[in-house]
T-cell receptor
Framework: AQKITQTQPGMFVQEKEAVTLDCTYD???????LFWYKQPSSGEMIFLIY??????QNATEGRYSLNFQKARKSANLVISASQLGDSAMYFC?????????????FGPGTRLSVLP | DTGVSQDPRHKITKRGQNVTFRCDPI?????LYWYRQTLGQGPEFLTY????????KSRLLSDRFSAERPKGSFSTLEIQRTEQGDSAMYLC????????????FGPGTRLLVL
């Protein structure tokens, strides 16, 4: 079974609009962390935002916010005021428990295209 | 530049040759990870080190793959007798080892096996 599901292979958004990228996850461990990374065409994975399973508030980092709905096991990324430079692949990832390595898994990604 | 660096950025080799990639993590990070990413997919875990100890290896890592981190600083990933199926982007990441465990990635090494 997929640990991380990203149901949107591709998304388009108009410049300056907000966009939500979906992520659902599957774990039975009460302690976990959720991450979003951006991968431009250059290939480097850029860390955007983190949400811990015990965090009470939704994480925010500048124009990025994470809509964390624990009961639904979803961790959607919201990008406000999209910019042309936001065009990239976006990956949701999860760390299960306090163990690392194989317990850090990525979703298949969503390609975001920002239109001028 | 204090980020994760990888060398080379691109490598083209013929099937059957050996290749070695290097990763230099962020200097104070004690954990180092290797991933493989094929086109259109998310990264897949290969192995990780805490300091110089290799703590975990994926079953994806066949006997032809070996990784080292001899002094707990830089790491090398070697692929012996390369196959066309090894063509991929090889990503290295490092982390501080805190509870959040954010991994910071290098630019990757893109391998093409002909």
């Amino acid at each position: 079974a997929q640990k991380i599901t990203q149901t949107q292979p591709g998304m388009f958004v108009q410049e300056k609009e907000a966009v939500t990228l979906d992520c659902t996850y599957d774990t039975s461990d009460p302690s976990y962390g959720l991450f979003w990374y951006k991968q431009p065409s250059s290939g480097e994975m850029i860390f955007l935002i983190y949400q811990g399973s015990y965090d009470q508030q939704n994480a925010t980092e500048g124009r990025y916010s994470l809509n964390f709905q624990k009961a639904r096991k979803s961790a959607n990324l919201v990008i406000s005021a999209s910019q042309l430079g936001d065009s990239a692949m976006y990956f949701c990832a999860m760390r299960e428990g306090d163990n690392y390595g194989q317990n850090f898994v990525f979703g298949p990604g969503t390609r975001l295209s920002v239109l001028p | 530049d204090t980020g994760v660096s990888q060398d080379p950025r691109h490598k083209i080799t013929k099937r059957g040759q050996n290749v070695t990639f290097r990763c230099d993590p962020i200097s104070e990070h004690n954990r180092l990870y290797w991933y493989r990413q094929t086109l259109g997919q998310g990264p897949e875990f290969l192995t990780y080190f805490q300091n110089e100890a290799q703590l975990e290896k994926s079953r994806l890592l066949s006997d032809r793959f070996s990784a080292e981190r001899p002094k707990g600083s830089f790491s090398t990933l070697e692929i012996q007798r390369t196959e066309q199926g090894d063509s991929a982007m090889y990503l290295c990441a490092s982390s501080l080892g805190t509870s959040q465990e954010t991994q910071y990635f290098g630019p990757g090494t893109r391998l093409l096996v002909l």
